[in-house]
């Protein structure tokens, strides 16, 4: 018999309760805060001594903070409120896109602190170039954190692409023209990040600033379309780490060839160039649309076109949601999710995606009940990966606050 | 902040940490056994007088056995071999086929003890018929366990359909025209059943007896199509545990309706019914094959037709793995699985199948390396769930040794 994960590799022991009992009161804060000591009690089933003891040690390490006697009138300890400190300890975002570079960094409680988004037209630089760039953005935005007290721990960075999990290689980015793009060893500055696909940053954004659900799918698409597993409130990432290629899903096996060799694949139906040229618009349209967007921006501009009532690109918009609920009908029924979000880029087409997106799921999605409701769009859009690459830092600290322990 | 599950919902106690411990020892002689109390404190990094107490606790509820002293010659208790027991606790299968009913009794070991599979035309029967039937079983498998000295402490039940996690409900199993059937309310005997999906516990079978890796999809295909994913040495089921449903995924989204209500789905091209109509073979094929397999089994006439060189028949084979193949691109870019595995019935048809569904994935999957030997033909076949169901109960046992606790 193999032995399950259930029966664990390790010992259970006094560090690693302490350890476990720390998080858990370290995210009951972050879940309820402000909150007193007696309330964390309630909520974790810990006693109130073990409690104290636990807080007392938060606090020294400058995770959490106390606002002062609870607005019961009462003074003293025991009623003082609780609260994820929003100095100390921070996460460092980090962004390359095809188009841009970002840094932003957020504190505990997850807040943004400091933003930063400049453009660069990283797919036509070297890999250390970009990266260079990046380290620069990354130390400013290390400095004004600093202003506000803020120290970031640890930094991740967003890619468009797949990223080989243990290393922190970028194993093929098309879109920036990476492969196998060792970022750890071509990193500049201090603090060298920790790579993240973009889509996977994107959802845990998602995640984490507007929870859907625990279980969801996130899809993530502009230049390439990626989807991201999240399961049971955490990413699902495959045994590789490259899970999500929903770009790649097969919609008409036999349709027009993909640029990765295959046929018929979403990405030719539902990518951004590929709305583009149905629509009769040039790949990377030079002009600045009315409303001011920035040149390049084929999305914008699409938005823009639709709104206006332009049929020819009403009816590209219409193809690409079709192909994508195609796709999503499959990997609902593989993946039960309870919710699928439409992120990245695409959550500013949702007007028009979203209703032949939902007529596709209805259609496709009939062995389990499927609630049309259930496909959303997101909130965040563009902004979801870069914020996302700052809290996975934050989740990290929350899960396992020792991890800090200064 | 929502917290992730690493910050956990419950306190870690002493009592949490001595149950993860005495799993520990368990998986651990079950994965290394026969095993001395030394060479389990090796594995596990627990100190030996933690080991000694808690294989004595183990010992008392007759889940481990002692072999005496160790063949180093030297005698006393730290010196003996430690083996989980073959006698006491056990799991017992259960399985409603379309066509048979099937009951097992597997001891802690996983091995096979009692094993009974009847014809039994289920799909023509009222279930609380069927079902009653299926205890008469489960009382002979038991009844025959006892005589070993086993006691089955669970019992699950493989059905081919949907099942809503919780309640044990059957919602929809069509190829039984099972609807919404409450299968522990309707059991006439003792024990009644956990319902799983068929696919899944083939999957847990897999797992349990050749593992192939930790992450997995394992596709069991016959009248429907179903796939288990295993992410992690353990069942993916999606927030409603109605994952796995690879037979509905869109292969050619334009394509012939299909049964579910949309068009162009896996099992409209590669299921049972599809293949022998494909190959111009009547539905429920009532000749008895020369080789003597029963009336009504179309797979074994398929194989045997295809062994002889019936090009029509191999026709629609190639076709059905083309199909097979294609919905698995999409389920292999989505989930980046490390292996495939063709199980159920269909594992008798790999010959002809694999070829194809080899030639799809390799054109499909071409953003990250596939390794064409990465599907693989399941060795177990038809045995998969009922094998499964009774093991199932094993991993429980496994993973919680105080839930038996007598």
Known sequence: MRSGPGGGSRPASQQ????????????????????SRAAVAGHTGLTR??????VDELLAAGLLTELGPAANGRVGRPGSALMVSDRGPAGLGLEVGVGHLGACVTDLRGQVRVWTVVESPNAALPPAEVLARLAALASEATAGAAGLGLRPVAAVMAVPGLVAD?????????????????VADLWPGPLPPRVENEANLGALA????????????????ESGIGAALVVGG???????????????????????????????????????????????????????????ERPGDGIALLAERARAGDARVGRALEEAGRALGTALAGAVNLLDPAAVVLGGAYAELGEWLVPP???????????????????TVSELGRRGPLLGAA????????????????
């Open 391 to 406: 809290l996975a830092t934050v989740r990290s600290v929350l899960e396992d606050p020792t991890a800090v322990w200064t």
């Open 16 to 35: 690693g309760m302490r350890q476990h009992n720390l998080a858990l009161v370290m995210s009951t804060v972050a879940g309820h805060g402000p909150v």
């Open 357 to 375: 997106m939902r007529r596709e799921l209805a259609a496709r999605v009939t062995v389990r009940e499927w609630d049309p409701g259930a496909l």
């Open 49 to 54: 001594p073990a409690v104290s003891s636990l």
């Open 206 to 221: 998602e995640l984490s600033a507007h929870p859907v659900a625990a279980d969801f799918i996130h899809v993530s698409a």
């Open 166 to 182: 243990a290393s922190g290689t970028v194993g093929s980015a098309p879109n920036l023209g990476w492969h196998h793009v060792p």
């Open 234 to 292: 955490r990413l699902f990432t495959g045994a590789r780490g490259l899970a999500g290629e929903l770009g790649h899903m097969p919609v008409h096996p036999d349709g027009p060839p993909c640029s990765c060799g295959a046929r018929g694949c979403l990405e030719r139906y539902a990518a951004k160039a590929a709305v583009l040229r149905a629509a009769g618009l040039p790949p990377n349209p030079a002009a600045v649309t009315s409303s001011g």
